[in-house]
C-alpha cells in the first residue's frame, strides 16, 4: 500500500523556469511533509518541509505547498538551475499533538528533474 | 560542523551471511533512523532508536535487528542475507523526536 505517491517518474525543464513537483498521499494522520533532494551516490539532503498546519512554507528558491483537503502537495523551484538536476523525493511523517514525531518517514518513489541550460 | 557518517561505503557478502553496517550521527543528534533503498524506489523505514532503545520499527523481518551506543552511534545488523537483501542502506540523524532527519551517504550493499 503506498501511502505516498509521486505520480512522475521524470521531468524536464528549462533553465530559468519554474519546476512544480508533486506528491499524493492517502494517510490522514501524516501531519508533516518533506521533500529531500538526492544526488547519484549521496544521500538524501533535507530541502524544506511544511507542517499541516500551514498551506505554503518558502526557502528562498524553494516553495512548498499543501492541500489538505486533497490530501497533496507540490514543491515548486524558481528559477530552477541545471544544478537543481537530481532525484526529489517527497516524504510524510506522523506525530503526537505536542508536536514531536513518531519516527518513521514514508517517502514516495522519486522524481527525477533534469534542468537543461 | 561533521554530518552523518556511514561506514562501510560498500561491501558484499554471500547469501546466508551476516553484516554490520555502521552509523555516526551528526553532531549534537541523538536519535537515528535507518531506512533501505531499493533500486528505484523510495528509502523505506527500518527502525529507530532513541535513548539507546528501538523506538519504532517498520515492516522488516527479525533477522533486520539493531543497537544503540551511548556515544549515539548506532549498528545495523542483517543475519541470514537474501540476495533481496541487496539495497543501499541509509542511516539518518535527528535531535530528540524532530520531524527532519538528515541523512548520511549510505552503505551500498550486494549480496550474491
Known amino acids: 500500500d503506498q501511502q505516498v505517491k509521486q505520480n512522475s517518474p521524470s521531468l524536464s525543464v528549462q533553465e530559468g523556469r519554474i519546476s512544480i513537483l508533486n506528491c499524493d498521499y492517502t494517510?490522514?494522520?501524516?501531519?508533516?511533509f518533506l521533500w529531500y533532494k538526492k544526488y547519484p551516490a549521496e544521500g538524501p539532503t533535507f530541502l524544506i518541509s511544511i507542517s499541516s498546519i500551514k498551506d505554503k512554507n518558502e526557502d528562498g528558491r524553494f516553495t512548498v505547498f499543501l492541500n489538505k483537503s486533497a490530501k497533496h502537495l507540490s514543491l515548486h523551484i524558481v528559477p530552477s538551475q541545471p544544478g537543481d538536476s537530481a532525484v526529489y523525493f517527497c516524504?510524510?511523517?506522523?506525530?503526537?499533538?505536542?508536536?514531536?514525531?513518531?519516527?518513521?518517514?514514508?517517502f514516495g518513489q522519486g522524481t527525477i528533474l533534469t534542468v537543461h541550460p | 560542523d561533521a554530518g552523518v557518517t556511514q561506514s562501510p561505503t560498500h561491501l558484499i557478502k554471500t547469501r546466508g551471511q551476516q553484516v554490520t553496517l555502521r552509523c555516526s550521527p551528526k553532531s549534537g543528534h541523538d536519535t537515528v533512523s535507518w531506512y533501505q533503498q531499493a533500486l528505484g524506489q523510495g528509502p523505506q523505514f527500518i527502525f529507530q532508536y532513541y535513548e539507546e532503545e528501538e523506538r519504532q520499527r517498520g515492516n522488516f523481518p527479525d533477522r533486520f535487528s539493531g543497537h544503540q551506543f551511548p556515544n549515539y552511534s548506532s549498528e545495523l545488523n542483517v543475519n541470514a542475507l537474501l540476495l533481496g537483501d541487496s539495497a543501499l542502506y541509509l542511516c539518518a540523524s535527528t535531535m530528540g523526536l524532530a520531524y527532519e532527519q538528515f541523512f548520511g551517504p549510505g552503505t551500498r550493499l550486494t549480496v550474491l
Open positions: 516524504a510524510a511523517s506522523a506525530g503526537n499533538a505536542g508536536g514531536t514525531s513518531y519516527g518513521k518517514l514514508t
Open positions: 494517510n490522514s494522520m501524516f501531519d508533516y
